[in-house]
């Protein structure tokens, strides 16, 4: 596991990358500053990778860290979204789980402006 912070509109939220194929080539690129875009309680913004799929999910628990592959993004999932049912986040389609926050997600339902950082921790 690797350890990372990301900075969203200044907020700091602490995570974890997991060992999959996806998250390593996340890691490799790592650091990333990128402004996001909202998409319900969502935030993706686009990354220098270009991964296939890789036992993608259709619905991800709040705090979910995955990997958009048709729009090489990096998505933060927190709650519910426009293709959601009831109060589970749903991506647009299919994501790879690359990691999840540790931190409280509270912070994350007042933001309203995106700009993200995500940078790799020293273990």
Same mark, same amino acid.
């Given at each position: 596991m690797t350890?990372?912070?990301?900075?969203?509109? /200044?907020?700091e939220f602490m995570a974890i990358l997991n060992e999959s194929a996806t998250a390593k &080539?996340?890691?490799?690129?790592? !650091?990333?500053? &990128?402004?996001?875009n909202f998409w319900g309680d969502e935030i993706?913004?686009?990354?220098p990778v270009?991964?296939?799929p890789d036992n993608p999910q259709e619905v991800v628990d709040p705090g979910t860290l995955a990997y958009? @592959? !048709? /729009?090489?993004a990096l998505c933060i999932f927190w709650g519910p979204t426009p293709v959601s049912h009831d109060n589970e986040c749903r991506p647009a389609s299919p994501v790879?789980?690359?990691?999840?926050i540790t @931190?409280?997600? &509270?912070p994350l339902r007042k933001i309203s402006k995106a700009d993200v950082k995500v940078e790799a921790l020293k273990d």
């Open positions: 350890k990372v912070k990301l900075t969203i509109a /200044g907020e &080539a996340i890691k490799a690129v790592l !650091p990333i500053s &990128a402004r996001g993706y913004f686009s990354i270009d991964a296939q958009w @592959s !048709p /729009g090489k790879n789980v690359v990691g999840k @931190s409280d997600l &509270a």
